[in-house]
């Protein structure tokens, strides 16, 4: 089953009173009704593909008492007659309609997904507006987009899509989801401090490399006498040690050597010694 799926067995689950289940249909009609509701066609066509999804509407619609018929054309959709079924006072900004309109035509990816995209789909362009500023409404800001001859709307930030979902009641669909965005923010920032550290590891060595080179200059050049005897040791150390930091550093000159030097001041003295061997060169 696909997170789509999950999402609107969920919602499906939820327990409408008459008036929620009455919205609620509304919105499955206005999303999936294949042309303009306001024509001389004197029925509803709900185009649900998904069996179990399309069986669960119809049960609903059996303990409402609401009449329905099965599409000649597909054994899932489900066929309701305009007398049957009053859709002039919908509700557009309740969370029943909105929840509605998600399980006629909305579709959600995947939960491996590089990305997240949730979309819901019209074919007509005056409801899809209609229901992106009853949307807004709630602070649920969608997109649009045409599509051929479909009206969309969609929302791509995983925050977004968590919003709506709490918003439609699809609360362990939106656990779901936190669980797994919180995993893979987490795994996203351990490869982050992973490729850091090996980042910083490359510019330690490659400076530790530079450092050796210089001192071994001054060393073979005869150049020892530019320098003091505590920044003689604080070279030799570092060319001995290159995986210790300037503070391990300060902290072994003031304990082995009596040489009590802030970082700053160590940072001066490997300047000092790239400004002699830049001359000296």
């Known amino acids: 089953m696909t997170f789509t799926q999950e999402v609107k067995q969920e919602i499906l689950s939820i327990k409408y009173n008459l008036k929620e289940w009455n919205s609620f249909l509304r919105g499955i009609i206005y999303s999936s009704f294949k042309n303009k509701v306001n024509t001389n066609q004197d029925f509803f066509e709900i185009r649900i593909n998904k069996e179990h999804i399309s069986t669960l509407i119809k049960q609903k619609l059996s303990k409402f008492h609401i009449p329905y018929f099965k599409d000649t054309k597909n054994k899932n959709w489900i066929i309701i007659n305009k007398e049957d079924f009053d859709i002039s006072e919908s509700d557009w900004s309740s969370k029943s309609f909105l929840a509605g309109v998600f399980v006629g035509t909305g579709t959600i990816s995947k939960l491996d997904a590089h990305s997240y995209h949730l979309e819901i789909k019209f074919y007509n362009q005056e409801i899809s507006s209609k229901v992106q500023k009853k949307l807004e409404n709630h602070t649920l800001n969608f997109f649009q987009l045409q599509r051929n001859n479909n009206f969309i709307l969609y929302i791509k930030k995983s925050e977004q899509i ?3 979902l ?4 699809a609360i362990q669909s939106f656990k779901k989801l936190f669980n797994i965005k919180i995993q893979r923010d987490y795994e996203s920032n351990a490869n982050r401090l992973t490729n850091l550290d090996i980042s910083n590891a490359k510019r330690s060595g490659i400076a530790s490399e530079k450092h050796n080179k210089n001192y071994q200059f001054i060393i073979k050049g005869r150049l020892l006498h530019l320098f003091r005897q505590e920044e003689i040791i604080f070279f030799d150390l570092k060319s001995k ?11 072994i000159l003031e304990e082995k050597f009596g040489i009590k030097k802030t970082k700053s001041s160590l940072n001066h003295w490997l300047i000092k010694l790239n400004k002699i061997v830049q001359k000296y060169s």
């Open 166 to 169: 709490g918003f439609i009641g």
């Open 241 to 251: 040690e290159p995986n210790l930091s300037l503070t391990q550093m300060v902290e």
């Open 162 to 164: 968590l919003d709506f």
